[in-house]
């Protein structure tokens, strides 16, 4: 005798044949997107979000809270349907999103909430001890050369960071500073940087100041006058031509840029005492002394618009080279950002 065959659905998404064992089906249908995305409180470190609920054909198991490049995500169980970040960067505008999960399906993103965290209005304390030193990692130099100072000073403190610091020649902010601290090393409690292309046989003012992430301002160290050796050298060397410039696609902070130029000439100074400041956006990554060609390193995430400008002993200072850009990327910022 035939058994009737008949469909039963029930509500869990199981189809059952009468007169045959159970069959499962497999659930293809996302939640609804999580609707009404918004923000309920936001401090200097911390957002809280909160949506309204979506709805599932079997049922919705919980809700992923995520913006991109901010990690972890954070997950929140099914009602539950508000979700809170901490550890934020103080200023920085974060574009949250929310998705549903049933288990097997990701619903679509929620509309994205843009959330800006409230400012760092708190100034760095002001840099102390400014001194000349007379060494960089324990091999003596000369504190004072007729272009070139070598500062040391004990770090500012702050309520977030990083910090950074600018050098105030006469009051002004230096571009002209090579900070001696490796790339990508930890910030220790005392810098020490050079200060570049001054003019020989000039007294200066010489303060530091610190800078954070919000750009507060310390107030200024105390000064140090300082006075550069005498030179009869006032020609700069020609022009170096920057053949190329590439990222070493580490993935790491600091990321290795690679970097070719010509050699420039000087009226005075033979190739091998011209020094070469390899900058990027403008900073000092490295100085190299009469090569063409170097592998330095760069905390700078993105674009590096990178430049070669050539320097003679006395701290002429040659126009800075074309530009070439070159992108580096990482998963993480260094450990002092």
Known sequence: MRTALKL???????????????????DTRPPSAPGNLRSTAVTQTGVTLAWNRSTDNVKVVWYAAWAPGLTPVVYVDHPTTTASFTGLRPGVTYPFRVQAWDGRNWSLPSNIVNVTTQPDVLAPSAPSA???????????????????????????TDDFGPIRYEVLVNGVPSPNVYDVRPAGSPILSSSRMWVRQLEPGTTYSLSVRAVDSGGNLSAPSAPLTVTTDASGDVLAPSTPTLTSASGGGTGYCPDEIWARWTASTDDQAPASALEYELRSNGTILEVITGGTRTIAYTEIFGTNAVTIVAVDPAGNASAPSNVVNTSVNWGTPCGNQ
């Open 8 to 26: 039963l659905t029930i509500a869990a998404g199981v189809v059952l044949l009468t007169g045959s064992p159970a069959i499962a089906a497999v």
């Open 130 to 156: 400014l001194t000349l030193a007379n060494n960089v990692h324990g091999t003596p130099v000369d504190s004072v050369t007729a272009s070139t100072a070598l500062l040391n000073w004990s770090n500012s």
